[in-house]
């Protein structure tokens, strides 16, 4: 065993230190030869150190470099030392995290890091949260809370009694809403398409002026972060115009909630702490490997309500956090370990100065386009970045050229009637030096000059 691990971490080592010389995306032909991991089935044991240079020789060249400063597809962020460390040693000690019994230390880091949360984003105090995979499941789990206290309130105990014969729910969303809160919607019975879609405005936020009227039965879902521009949607009209009405608000924060950890970004985010929900990914910004989220609640017996093992595992009187009475899985993964380690090598400022520095240089990247004469679309306002090239075919052709190339990776999407090539800076690795290499790359595809 000794052995095994000190060939991995020197492994793991060769790896980190390739990274910042590596093409982005892996070239076709280490695609290719991922097949050499397959073939018929293995008869037999083989030596573990086998097994694991197998893995480096034909893996390593196949994955994405997103770890690294030059990658800004998605929302993706890489592992931060001490986060990658911690992973290492959690998958060591092999904890079940569902309860208290089978792993006292993934309970209490739990506790201890929703605590600091709380403080560093200004939550309510007695927010609740569930550790799950992503903002995908804390959308589901948050919705689940939404919808367990909007129906117990009519009188209907949908955990028991099921969606047949409820009370009507009625969903409000915006025209910008991520898939994955439909997604939420769709596995919780409430129907991707029976929402109520509010129309955006030119940054995709939310049309407060054109919101419906509310009532103690709707769930009004509201981003604070489109995936495309970064923009946050009116939350402090929404939310008050909510509470009025006594409607349930969940935010998705993906991403945008980390806004609220760097002073200077921090206005962005307020308004949304009058929500009931959020949803938030910590493998994004808070740069833990993934995977990692959030499903963050003000009341937690919601959350508890809907997610407890069974009715009799619901016990409001108990002092014990639960852990598996907060997320849609029971035995899992000890996630709170890496993100206890985010928090506490970084601390306020060191978090602060990360999602400060993404925001500053995707500034940087978008001035230079800019400067270079293409067209930015959106206000940028946090870490996102559309860049239009022309028309649709040109913009096309960059894009997949940029892929090519691999100096840096960019996604495609779809904005209001415009292609264009989106930039994400999620990554604490990313540094001044990454953006203008980058966005030389970028420059002179586009220019039509070969490098
Ligand atoms: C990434 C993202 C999601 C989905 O998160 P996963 O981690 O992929 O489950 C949801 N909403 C927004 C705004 C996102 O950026």
Known sequence: MNELLADVARRATAYLESVPGRRVAPAPENVSRLELLGGPVPEGPSDPADVIRLLDEVGSPATVTSTGGRYFGFVIGGALPATLAANWLAGTWDQN????VTSPVAAALEEIALGWLREIIG???QCGAGFVTGATTANFACLAAARSALLRRAGWNVEESGLFGAPVLTVVVGGEVHVSALKALAMLGLGRARVTKVPADDQGRMRADALPPLDER???CIQAGNVNTGAFDRAG???ERARRAEAWVHVDGAFGLWAAAAPG???LFEPFLAADSWAVDCHKWLNVPYDSGLALVRDPSHLQQAMALSASAYLPSTFIR???NYTPEASRRARAVEIWAALRSLGRS???????RSCELAARFADGLSQAGFQVLNDVVLNQVLVSFGDAEETRRVIAEVQRDGTCWCGGTEWQGHTAMRI???CYQTTEEDIDRSLAAVVRIARGQTG
Request: glycine share 6%; aromatic share 4%.
């Open 424 to 426: 994400s800076v999620s």
């Open 350 to 356: 060191g978090l602060a100065e990360m999602v400060e």
């Open 123 to 125: 939550l309510p105090a």
């Open 237 to 239: 009209e929404i939310c």
């Open 322 to 324: 639960e852990p598996a």
């Open 265 to 267: 970004r921090r206005h």
């Open 218 to 220: 709707t769930i009004v």
């Open 97 to 100: 995290a569902g309860y208290t």
